[in-house]
Nanobody, 120 residues
Framework: QVQLVESGGGLVQAGGSLRLSCAASGIMLRLNDMGWYRQAPGLERELVAVISNGGITNYADSVKGRFTISRDNAKKTVYLQMSSLKPEDTAVYYC??????????????WGQGTQVTVSS
C-alpha cells in the first residue's frame, strides 16, 4: 500500500522560510510526478509546484522566484523550500504523487496535508 507522509509545516512571520517534505512509501513500479498543492479557507485547491521523475519543474506564477521544489528519487521524497513567505501563502499544503502499479498505469495519492500559516 502506497502512503505519503508530509512534514515541515508551521507558523512563520512574513518574509520567513519553511521547508516541507513528503516521503512516499510502499511498493510501486515507478514514481512519476510529485507535487505540492494548497488550499486556503473558502478557496479551491490549487497547484503550487510539480516536479517530474526527471526533474522538470513547473510553478504557479504566484510562487515563482520564492519557492523551490526538488526531489530525491532514492528516498522517494519531494521537498518544497518556501522563502519570502507572504500572508497570502497561508493554507493547508498537500503533497501529491503519481505512480504506476501492475494494476494501475497512473495512480494518484494525496498526503494528509500540513498547515502553513504566515503572520503579517
Amino acid at each position: 500500500q502506497v502512503q505519503l507522509v508530509e512534514s515541515g509545516g508551521g507558523l512563520v512571520q512574513a518574509g520567513g522560510s519553511l521547508r516541507l517534505s513528503c516521503a512516499a512509501s510502499g511498493i510501486m513500479l515507478r514514481l512519476n510526478d510529485m507535487g505540492w498543492y494548497r488550499q486556503a479557507p473558502g478557496l479551491e485547491r490549487e497547484l503550487v509546484a510539480v516536479i517530474s521523475n526527471g526533474g522538470i519543474t513547473n510553478y504557479a506564477d504566484s510562487v515563482k522566484g520564492r519557492f523551490t521544489i526538488s526531489r530525491d528519487n532514492a528516498k522517494k521524497t519531494v521537498y518544497l523550500q518556501m522563502s519570502s513567505l507572504k500572508p497570502e501563502d497561508t493554507a493547508v499544503y498537500y503533497c501529491n504523487a503519481k505512480y504506476r502499479l501492475v494494476s494501475c498505469n497512473e495512480c494518484a495519492l494525496w498526503g494528509q496535508g500540513t498547515q502553513v500559516t504566515v503572520s503579517s
